[in-house]
């Protein structure tokens, strides 16, 4: 496998080992290692030839399309870092990332579902004091002298591009991550190419990839989800990604039809709306020989569904986070169906795991507390106003913020985030033990528990349910499912019925959304 130490050395690499082998499917344009790596390098020396310097830091506010690759290898070839912007997000998120990472230029849509991204920055220039220019990725906005396409067409000037990669270090920043932020301002996670690059190739190593494989990609890049587990794994393994713009299950499974994956991986929000939608039943899954599933719990009723519909799979579990540059925790090969159901699995790659109880001790297996991790891609500092707060504490542990026990074979089961746990009665209740109990049941296709005040318990469990279509589901059908298998202090005593559920821009269920509701 690929061991360069740098993003672009490892495009290098690539494109030298696997020239002409596809890398990268965008809508009807098949695009080469050696395409991508050619097209970068043109990038790069035209983020020169704007005075860009190693350390500098642009934004790419873009759909999952061959141009954020282009510049994202581009900044990296001469490292000048790439914060991840959302189409999503609106002015206030987007003039406080831009402010915090103190980007010098924006790569940006015009437009898109309805917004004028080129007026909005038009407003925010003004305020933001480090922000040189805007560029348009599909067209040029007006009064801005240069866009992407421009840099495409910048003349290789081979003596100062070798001079400026020649100064890229491992250690150097790649991209710039905000974390969700659910209480406060969100923490920009700083990413180095070591830090991408050892979480990569630990799953890249583990999943077995090579130059067989083709992944379905509907993860967003700006998310390590879609640029670390999607982009740069396959990288290193040497296959081929069928990037899709952004999620929508109808357009991922007409992908999947004309180019059937060897992998299928995503979010369960994004798994279970792929099954449901009624194009699933005519997809030929026979040569998917991986099926993962990350970035929040996953319930065994999903899994189920999966091996059921891809028979030739092996299902995984991929745990990640933000600050782990990727994915951290994976479900083993050799697991048994309860560890699969039940668990996230073990660390990949040189990572450890701990637990620890809130006075800050280490505690035995089989009891819960705060799950810390060391090693694969554990970032060492955050960027921006969060600077000061270290990433990683004395003993360089990554601080999860997520609840777990560990077993005496180093098996992770999830018990959720710590904030989500409530007390109820007195008694500890993790929203997520429930949420999977509830998603057993035929009718529901999506659920998310949260605990709210109460004057007489404290705290009682409110959960939000989707239904399937069609369905007939009552808030009584679910107590009386749940009264009949749980503990009574874990029954629901709320049950809110929604039509959907709100989502982060990465597909998970978005649940300070639902906590700032109120009510």
């Known amino acids: 496998m690929n061991t360069a130490s740098t993003i672009g050395a490892t495009l290098a690499e690539a494109a030298l080992r696997r020239a002409d082998a596809s890398a990268c499917i965008d809508g009807d344009h098949s695009y080469s290692y050696a395409d991508i790596e050619a097209s970068s390098q043109r990038v790069a020396c035209g983020l020169l030839a704007l005075g860009l310097v190693r350390g500098d830091r642009i934004g790419i506010a873009a759909l999952n399309q061959i141009e954020w690759l282009q510049i994202f290898y581009g900044a990296a070839q001469i490292g000048v870092t790439v914060v991840g912007m959302s189409l999503r997000y609106r002015d206030n998120e987007l003039e406080y990332m831009v402010a915090d990472s103190q980007v010098k230029f924006v790569f940006t849509l015009a437009s ?12 925010l220039a003004p305020r933001l004091p480090t922000l040189q220019g805007v560029m348009g990725i599909d067209r040029r906005s007006s009064g801005n002298a240069n866009c992407l396409s421009d840099l495409l067409a910048t003349p290789l000037a081979q003596q100062a591009l070798a001079r400026a990669t020649g100064l890229v270090l491992e250690t150097d920043l790649a991209m710039v991550i905000y974390t969700s932020g659910t209480t406060g301002r969100p923490k920009g996670a700083g990413l ?3 830090s991408m690059l050892a ?24 998310h390590v989800g879609g640029i670390t587990c999607g982009i740069l794994s396959m990288l290193l393994g040497g296959g081929c990604i069928d990037l899709i713009a952004e999620f929508k299950a109808s357009l991922v499974l007409d992908r999947m039809a004309l180019h059937p994956p060897t992998l299928v991986g995503g979010v369960p929000t994004m798994m279970t709306l792929l ?22 719990n996953v319930d065994a009723t999903l899994l189920a569904q999966l091996q059921t519909r891809m028979p ?8 990640g986070l933000s600050e782990s540059s990727g994915a951290l925790v994976m479900t083993p090969w050799d697991c048994t169906e309860d560890d699969l159901m039940n668990s996230i699995g073990k660390p990949i790659g040189n990572g450890a795991v701990r637990v620890l109880a809130a006075d800050g001790s280490v505690l035995p297996s089989g009891e819960v507390g705060e799950l810390c991790y060391r090693g694969a891609g554990v970032i060492a500092t955050f960027v921006g106003a969060a600077a000061a707060n270290a990433a990683l504490d ?25 904030r989500d746990m409530f007390i109820q009665g007195g008694f500890n209740v993790y929203p997520v033990e429930v949420e999977s109990f509830i998603a057993r049941h035929p009718k529901v296709m999506m659920v ?13 469990g409110r959960y939000y349910i989707v239904a399937k279509p069609g369905s007939d589901l ?44 109120g009510g």
């Open 448 to 460: 998310a528990g949260i605990g709210v005040p109460d004057p007489m318990m404290g705290e009682i």
């Open 474 to 517: 009552s808030a009584a059908e679910v107590t009386q499912f749940c009264r009949e298998q749980l503990a009574d202090y874990k029954v629901p005593r709320q049950i809110v019925l929604r039509d959907e559920l709100p989502l982060t821009p990465a597909g998970k269920i978005h649940k300070a959304a639902l906590r700032n509701e």
């Open 394 to 418: 004395a003993g360089g542990w990554l601080h999860s913020g997520d609840l777990g026990v560990v077993d005496n074979r180093g098996v992770i089961t999830l018990k959720g985030r710590s």
């Open 112 to 123: 898109h579902a309805d917004f004028d991204f080129f007026a909005m920055w038009e407003r």
């Open 199 to 222: 979480s990569a190739r630990a799953q890249a190593a583990h999943m077995r990839l090579d130059e067989h494989d083709r992944l379905t990609l509907p993860m967003p890049l700006n």
């Open 192 to 194: 180095t190419h070591r």
């Open 312 to 319: 030739n799979a092996a299902l995984m579990n991929l745990y």
């Open 275 to 296: 099954l449901m939608d009624t194009q699933a039943r005519a997809i030929d899954w026979q040569r998917v020989r991986l099926v993962y599933v990350g970035g929040s």
